[in-house]
């Protein structure tokens, strides 16, 4: 599913209209008729005589609004309008048609101006249907529209479930583009997106304020979308066409070797994880590699694994020649993970310069530790052929020099930023998880949530990406794949024992459960 910015939707808008000839009022028609549907599918409840309050912008999200006041009317509800009409800026074009047929049907409504304005009586209304603003706020919400916003929501806290909150394309006040707020929020019960959901749905104060999420069709055929297909995805089972393929002829040659290297004193649990995380993505082979002294700590946990012994400058603490030693161990073998519990001693840093240096053709997972000492290197890893990058917000600080606020106040732009500099698909993690690559496109994930904040969660993470990569999947579509199904396992895990202290081998028993989900038909497989 395509995620799109304001100006990537209105793009498609005015495709649609001059290349292809539908007409803007189709569109706005489509949308509307979309907008009631999807309110009463989700709400199949109402009372006998429903009352509905439609508040309107002067914009074409008004448009809309006076659209849904016909169709709900038509439908037998009492429908109240109020038009927020700043001075001197009229209802036009589309808006102004939809605004003409309500009136002419005779449905009250109220104009609020700077100088008058009559609130509805909330306690009176079923369904407020929010028309405010749509994608082309971008200044903050003031005057008579900031005060009914106030007053809607105020109401929303009151009268809570009483009161059902439709946000038309997004919630009033709400940045499409970065899920900033530009007004006192409305939460959202519904909202129903227009053509495709906006990435400010899902970033910062989105996902907060605008309930549950659908897709209102519009008429933007695929033949349209081509024209100007939105960089960014919502990551999910209907796009991933590039599961690793299991042929039947397959034998343990077939399906990938996976190298882990990390695990120092005290950390030795993060290359566990990550190798148990590696065994669950479909890998054939996997070893850990490890300071030589704990080798009996890796034989003891990891039964599925093979292990190798790293050298070392002090006990459980890896020499700089390890990383031509993992070069060496490398061939003939699909792919890397370098980071989990690695440690931040010299002779650690020496072992990821080198194999960031040496592993031109070889995939690479690069996490925790190996970020810490890639900070002011990113470029370096330009030369590698195929690298994923999996910091959170403080490693991803690090490596681009600003502070973890700045990180958290624009992650898409940081994970954009991350992949440029650095060559590199980046996972971005966190809620909504963002997985860039180079050039700007982007998945954004929908699974997961709170539970998943517990340590070790992204080590299990490295070692899944890196078991996809060494299946044959490219970066980018490894990592996506491989963030959603760990998403996935820990919904499933939180479904089952709760949201509370879960652990990560919770997570790790659920992996295979999402394969069986992923492997089913289409139409049994679980959606988000």
């Known amino acids: 599913m395509y995620l799109s910015t304001s100006a990537e939707m209105k793009l498609l808008d005015r495709i649609a209209m001059e290349r292809f000839g539908l007409p803007g009022i189709v569109l706005m028609e489509n949308a509307s008729r979309a907008i009631a549907r999807a309110a009463l599918e989700h709400w199949p409840d109402w009372p006998a005589a429903p009352v509905a309050a439609v508040l309107a912008g002067p914009g074409q999200n008004g448009g809309d609004g006076w659209a849904l006041a016909r169709i709900f009317s038509a439908l037998g509800w009492t429908v109240h309008c109020w038009l927020v009409q700043p001075e001197g ?19 009250p409504i109220q104009i609020i101006t700077e100088a008058f304005g009559e609130w509805p009586n909330w306690s009176r209304v079923d369904l407020v249907i929010d028309a405010l603003f749509g994608t082309g706020l971008d200044r903050p919400v003031t005057g008579p529209a900031e005060r009914l916003l106030k007053s809607a929501g105020a109401a929303k806290s009151a009268l809570g479930h009483r009161l059902r909150i439709l946000a038309v394309d997004l919630p009033s006040g709400l940045s499409g583009d970065t899920g900033e707020l530009w007004g006192p929020p409305l939460p959202a019960d519904l909202t129903v997106a227009l053509g495709a959901p906006k990435v400010g749905l899902y970033l910062k104060e989105g996902p907060l304020i605008s309930g549950k999420v659908v897709v209102g069709d519009i008429g933007l055929t695929p033949q349209i979308i081509a024209q ?30 996976v190298l882990l290297a990390g695990g120092a004193r005290g950390k030795t649990g993060a290359l566990v994880l990550a190798a148990q995380g590696a065994a669950r993505s479909g890998a054939a082979l996997v070893t850990a590699l490890h300071p030589a002294s704990l080798g ?15 050298p070392e400058d002090e006990p459980g603490e890896l020499a700089a020649s390890a990383g031509e030693l993992i070069l060496n161990y ?34 690479l997972v690069l996490d925790a530790d190996a970020l810490t000492h ?18 959170h917000p403080g490693e991803a600080a690090r490596l681009l020099a600003v502070t973890t606020a700045e990180i958290q106040n624009d992650r898409l732009g940081a994970a954009r930023k991350m992949a440029d500099l650095s060559g590199a698909v980046t996972v971005l993690k966190g809620y909504h998880t963002i997985i860039a690559e180079p050039g700007g496109q982007f998945f954004l994930n929908p699974t997961g949530g709170p539970h998943l904040a517990v340590g070790g969660s992204g080590d299990l993470l490295t070692g899944l990406t890196a078991g996809l990569l060494a299946q044959g999947l490219a970066p980018f579509p490894a990592a996506a794949l491989a963030v959603w199904i760990h998403g996935r396992a820990g919904d499933l895990a939180a479904q089952t024992l709760g949201p509370r202290g879960l652990i990560p081998s919770d997570f790790y028993d659920c992996l295979p459960q999402v394969w069986r989900e992923l492997s089913a038909p289409a139409g049994e497989r679980w959606a988000p």
């Open 296 to 310: 009996t700590i890796f034989e003891t946990k990891l039964t599925e694994a093979m292990t190798l012994d790293l």
């Open 228 to 257: 100007a297909p939105p960089l960014g995805r919502l990551a999910g089972p209907d796009e991933f066409h590039f599961l690793p393929r299991r042929p039947l002829e397959g034998h343990k040659g077939t399906f990938g070797h």
């Open 374 to 391: 890639l900070a002011g290197r990113l470029t370096t890893l330009k030369k590698a052929s195929a690298a994923v990058l999996t910091p």
């Open 89 to 107: 800026k009229e209802v036009a074009g589309d808006a102004a048609i939809n605004l003409g047929v309500a009136q002419k049907m005779g449905l």
């Open 330 to 363: 490398s061939q003939g073998r699909q792919s890397l993970a370098l980071g989990p519990g690695l440690g931040l001693g010299r002779g650690a840093a020496q072992t990821v310069y080198a194999v960031v240096d040496g592993a031109e053709d070889l995939p």
